[in-house]
């Protein structure tokens, strides 16, 4: 995984944890919601390099 992706999926699953606590403070729902997807989506992101990592390690 580079440098770059392991950045953007950690800076997505902040952004999602910070909506998510955003959202329990305020009670919206919503913004709990679209916290909890950003977090997938980055952990989706961080899996998905993982795997790349591991296809290229089993090439070499």
């Known amino acids: 995984m580079s440098i770059e992706d392991k950045a953007k999926a950690f800076a997505k699953n902040v952004e999602g944890k910070v909506q998510e606590a ?3 403070i305020t009670g919206d729902p919503k913004d709990k919601a679209e916290g ?3 977090q997938a989506e980055a952990q989706v992101r ?3 390099e993982n795997i ?3 296809v290229k390690k089993t090439l070499e």
């Open 36 to 38: 909890k997807a950003k």
């Open 22 to 24: 955003i959202g329990e």
């Open 46 to 48: 961080h899996t998905a």
């Open 52 to 54: 790349k990592d591991e």
